[in-house]
Nanobody, 120 residues
C-alpha cells in the first residue's frame, strides 16, 4: 500500500502564507489524481484542491485565487501553496492520491494530516 506523508503545516497570522508538501512512497505503479482536503473542528472533511496526472486543477470556491496546487510526477509529490490565509482556513489538511499498484488495481490513499492554524 502506498504511504502519503504531509509536511509544512504550522501557525501563521492572517494574510500570511504556508506551503504544504506531500510525498508518496511504497508500492506505486503510477498516480492519477492527487489532492488536498481539510477538516476543521466539528465540520466534515472538504475538498480544497485536486490535480490530475495531466495537471488539470480544481479548487474549492473558498480558496480560488489564494491557493495553488502543483505536482511533481517523477517524484510522486504534490504541493499546496497557500497565500492570503484567513482564520477560516484553520484545519487539518490531508493529502490524497489515487495510486495504481499495477495496470489495473487502484486504491485511494490518505496521509495522516498536517495542522494549519491561522490566527486573526
Amino acid at each position: 500500500q502506498a504511504r502519503l506523508v504531509e509536511s509544512g503545516g504550522g501557525l501563521v497570522q492572517a494574510g500570511g502564507s504556508l506551503r504544504l508538501s506531500c510525498a508518496a512512497s511504497g508500492n506505486i505503479f503510477r498516480i492519477e489524481d492527487m489532492g488536498w482536503y481539510r477538516q476543521a473542528p466539528g465540520k466534515q472533511r472538504e475538498l480544497v484542491a485536486t490535480i490530475t496526472s495531466g495537471r488539470s486543477t480544481n479548487y474549492a470556491d473558498s480558496v480560488k485565487g489564494r491557493f495553488t496546487i502543483s505536482r511533481d510526477t517523477a517524484r510522486n509529490t504534490v504541493n499546496l501553496q497557500m497565500n492570503s490565509l484567513k482564520p477560516e482556513d484553520t484545519a487539518v489538511y490531508y493529502c490524497n492520491a489515487r495510486v495504481y499498484r499495477d495496470t489495473y488495481y487502484a486504491e485511494n490513499s490518505w496521509g495522516r494530516g498536517t495542522q494549519v492554524t491561522v490566527s486573526s
